[in-house]
């Protein structure tokens, strides 16, 4: 799987979009991007996933640029509740695999702290 | 429907012990993989099982063993307990091995004096 590259932290105010960093330059072309969140004494919760199209869901949207080199997680108007590690990870579609892939690596993350 | 469940969420054990911890994925999920999570090593992956065979397994010494049961549920073991096996394990479950999403439950914090 590709190594990643996130911030050690961020802040955001209340309310405002949270954008989020990933740098992924050794992305390989059937690698897919994933985004986790872990909120404090809390299990990793998914987010979203994308190959090299935007990705937008309830949570968040998923901007990866042209070259797939680096993406961009938005919390489009985060709150307090939004306050966690967010982990950005590279695998390879499990479907293309057959699951011999399943597991997660998972970085150091970013500590994004939403503030009122 | 219910979320994957653990037990216990909080444990105490003293070196040299022996520790079982459980993981009920949610209804229909047959993956079930398992991590330990410490300030130092953050998230790491332990074993993954599927159809009670274990599929994959991390880089852990032979004293962190793991099963799946025929009705998906999953145990994790960890014999003759060290200090530094203190951490918090979480449990994963998703429908199959293929499933993009994986569904972590709250995790049980062991704590080894």
């Known amino acids: 799987d590709a190594k990643t590259t996130q911030p050690t932290s961020m802040d955001c105010a209340e309310g405002r979009a949270a954008n989020l960093p990933c740098n992924h330059s050794?992305?390989?072309?059937?690698?897919?991007v994933y985004w986790y969140r872990q909120i404090h004494s809390q299990g990793p919760q998914y987010i979203i996933h994308g190959l090299k199209n935007n990705e937008t869901n309830e949570m968040a949207s998923l901007i990866i640029t042209e070259d797939r080199k680096s993406s961009t997680l938005i919390l489009p108007h985060a709150t307090l509740r939004d306050t966690a590690v967010y982990y950005c990870?590279?695998?390879?579609?499990?479907?293309?695999?057959?699951?011999?892939?399943?597991?997660?690596?998972f970085g150091k993350g970013t500590l994004l702290t939403v503030n009122p | 429907k219910a979320g994957v469940t653990q037990t216990p969420r909080y444990l105490i054990k003293t070196r040299g012990q022996q520790v079982t911890l459980s993981c009920s994925p949610i209804s229909g999920h047959r993956s079930v993989s398992w991590y330990q999570q410490t300030p130092g090593q953050g998230l790491q992956f332990l074993f993954e099982y599927f159809s009670e065979t274990q599929r994959n397994k991390g880089n852990f010494p032979g004293r962190f063993s793991g099963r799946q049961f025929s009705n998906s549920r999953s145990e994790m073991n960890v014999s003759t307990l060290e200090l530094g096996d203190s951490a918090l394990y979480l449990c994963?479950?998703?429908?199959?091995?293929?499933?993009?999403?994986?569904?972590f439950g709250p995790g049980t914090r062991l704590t080894v004096l």
């Open positions: 994963a479950s998703s429908l199959d091995r293929t499933d993009n999403e994986q569904f």
């Open positions: 050794t992305i390989s072309g059937n690698e897919y």
């Open positions: 990870i590279v695998r390879v579609d499990p479907t293309l695999t057959g699951g011999s892939n399943y597991k997660l690596t």
